[in-house]
């Protein structure tokens, strides 16, 4: 038996008339009464109970009607579902997003894409943006939010945001009261980074910015979360340079302040150009139309 037996005795348990079902399955009255003889001998019981007159279910054959019944709407689920999946609109979607981005960019972006696609099941995965980059090559991830790098052939990107480091510092401490920090102002400063093999882009824009001044940066901690470093210059161990999403809500213990040529970068929205999760496809549409930071958007 298949879904098409099980729908030519749905019909005829729901309209107890042979002529009326054999017109709803599209077919003559003999070739489905047939139909209905082969299914009793197939299961090897009767399902109705006939003569010149009435046609009614047996004990067996209203049972067999709830279960097809049950059966039918799942299988027919099941089709509509796979439909959906492969047009994006149905199915699962692991996002991975660096802490810095959970402070500005992921909770609008989760917000705003769920209200889009609620059949979506988004998995969130917090982490490094080193992590990042090997879970999406991994397959680990599907998309990611995270720190823009030139040298990203294999990623399909968009620019979600431009941020720029800023300087915090304790609020007690000399450089608190400058109206504006130069990179000379960071000499003999013990600073407070995450190391390069979590956070290359920062690092390097760090190191960079500290040598247009001559500087040899001194760093004193490098813990692996930007959280971290925000609790260490709390407690006046140093100064760091931060993302400048991040420089708001700090509390009184802790000033940002603005850098003499900030360098810059991008937050893009990445995926593998090799993704075949249609869900991809659509979180791409729905930021490029929303224009999150007069995004421009690559395909690599």
Known sequence: MDT???????ALAETLHFGQAAARMNMSQPPFSRQISSIEKTLGVRLFDRNSRNVSLTLAGRHFLADCRRVLADFDTACRDVQLVA???????????MMHAAHSIIPALVRRYSEA??????????????????MLIEGKLDIA????????PHLRTH?????????????????????IVGPRDLRGEKLIAAPASVVPVLRAAIGIYCAAGGVVPH????????????RLVQEGLGVALIPQSLCTGLGPAVIAKALVNAPEF???LCAPTT?????????????ESWDMGNASTRNA
């Open 4 to 10: 098409r037996h099980m729908r030519i005795f749905v």
């Open 219 to 230: 760093f004193a901690f490098e813990p692996r979360l930007q959280h971290t470093i925000i």
């Open 87 to 97: 047009n994006g609109v149905k199915g699962e979607l692991r996002l991975g997003f």
């Open 145 to 152: 939010v995270t720190f823009g790098s030139p040298y990203a």
């Open 275 to 287: 993704s075949r999760n249609p869900a991809v496809a659509t979180l791409f549409e729905l930021v």
């Open 117 to 134: 696609k609620p059949d979506i099941h988004l998995i969130l995965e917090e982490s490094i943006p080193t992590d990042i980059d090997t």
């Open 159 to 179: 620019r979600l945001a431009r941020d720029r480091l800023c300087l915090i510092a304790p609020a007690d401490h000399p450089l608190a009261a400058a109206e």
């Open 266 to 268: 991008d937050v893009v």
